[in-house]
């Protein structure tokens, strides 16, 4: 029988092999493999999980966000808040239409995603790198080296804002529209904080006060078909160390679940939708009030599949602001449930404990 060290080397050994393609889980599909290398291999209790009863109970919420600027009438803007809030709070997940991005946009932020993953290998390793501080990083797996199990996707990705990088340091493929869709995005995003913010009962600017939408990052998924996708993950359950996300889906192939009253939940793919997610800080922020939920993406057999998410956020920025429960929310009978933080220092210990399937927040838990 092998011993514990002998399994550990051979892992650890499999891990730098397949870093140093520099060519992903995509490499791997180019090469034709017919079985997924060992260290993709998730524990099957994180795999088969029940599935929730058929009923209107386990839908996540769609909100149209028409009617919810500032110009439009008193009621409208009061209704949206309400159905904004009741999701951020009982779901922490929810869709939203008529958010004024524009559809070809959408397409087309998509469609150059797939062509960077899917162009010649030896131009995709131009932009590989494993140091979150580059200008854009190309990878597989942030965590590779930290998780249990390796997830089955490639990921692009950047920070648009508040400083985009120069066109010539994006890839040809999808540089232009990224800073595109990026700023339509941030449009959404702001009016999304406005309304989260008197949902809260607090001023309309509370939130963007607080610099939530100051930075945006950019990360452009890829999951390629999965011959095994039985004994893996697309992305391990987790919660995001945002405050808040803005996820754009495939139209055609689903996969990704919310997990909601020990249910996983399928969020089914709704053309010209955005998913909204409540991240981390956002929870932080408003002591529990408003939730991170934790969600996953299933592999799948057939594909690709492409998604690109939106995190606002800014823990690469040199930010020494100190976020903790917003004091206009707290009493005596709601005290704070989480001590003060940096984004510095909660960015840092989410990526040393990489998706390992629980929630950083516990971390910062009094």
């Known amino acids: ?4 060290a002998t399994v550990a080397f051979d892992r650890s050994t499999q891990l730098k092999a397949f870093d140093e393609t520099k060519t992903g889980v995509k490499g ?8 997924i290398p060992a260290i993709f291999h998730a ?10 009863p058929s009923s209107s109970q386990f839908t996540i919420p769609t909100i149209d966000l028409q009617g919810g600027s500032s110009t439009d009438s008193t009621t409208s803007r009061r209704n949206l808040v309400e159905k904004i809030g009741d999701a951020a709070e009982r779901w922490g997940f929810f869709q939203v239409i008529n958010h004024g991005v524009p559809l070809d946009v959408m397409e087309r932020m998509k469609e150059g995603v797939r062509e960077f993953h ?14 979150p501080s580059s200008k854009v990083v190309y990878s597989s797996n942030f965590d590779l080296y930290s998780s249990p199990a390796a997830n089955w996707r490639d990921t692009l990705g950047c920070y648009t804002a508040p400083d985009p990088p120069r066109p010539e340091d994006l890839p040809a493929a999808c540089g232009e529209v990224m800073i595109e869709y990026s700023e339509e995005v941030m449009k959404v995003g702001k009016l999304l904080f406005e309304l989260l913010s008197e949902a ?3 001023n309309t600017n509370h939130l963007k006060d607080m610099d939530c939408t100051k930075s945006l990052l950019l990360l452009g998924h890829y999951y390629p078909p999965c011959p095994q996708p039985d004994l893996t993950l697309g992305l391990t359950k987790h919660s995001d160390n945002s405050f808040l996300t803005v996820l754009l889906l495939d139209d055609h192939i689903g996969g990704l679940q919310v997990l909601h009253d020990q249910y996983w939940v399928d969020v089914p793919p709704v053309p010209g939708a955005l998913v909204v997610n ?3 800080l956002l929870q932080l922020i408003t002591n529990g ?11 799948n057999g057939a594909g690709p599949r492409i998604s690109v998410g939106c ?13 903790g429960p917003i004091k206009e929310l707290l009493s005596e009978q709601n005290p704070p449930i989480y001590r003060d933080t940096t984004i510095t220092e909660y960015s840092k210990f989410y990526r040393s404990k990489g998706f390992d399937g629980t929630s950083g927040l516990l971390y910062l838990k009094i």
């Not at 524990?43 to 929730?52: D, F, L, R, V």
């Not at 995190?311 to 976020?323: I, T």
């Open 1 to 4: 029988m092998e011993s514990t």
């Open 28 to 35: 791997l599909v180019e090469a034709g493999v017919s079985e």
């Open 43 to 52: 524990p099957p209790a994180t795999i088969k999980t029940p599935k929730p």
């Open 118 to 131: 899917e162009q010649d290998p030896e131009v995709r390793k131009g932009f590989y790198s494993r140091d």
């Open 200 to 202: 809260l009962v607090l």
């Open 278 to 280: 409540v991240g981390d």
């Open 289 to 299: 009030k408003f939730i991170s939920v934790e969600h996953r993406v299933l592999a």
């Open 311 to 323: 995190f606002f956020s800014s823990h690469l920025m040199a930010n020494p602001r100190v976020y």
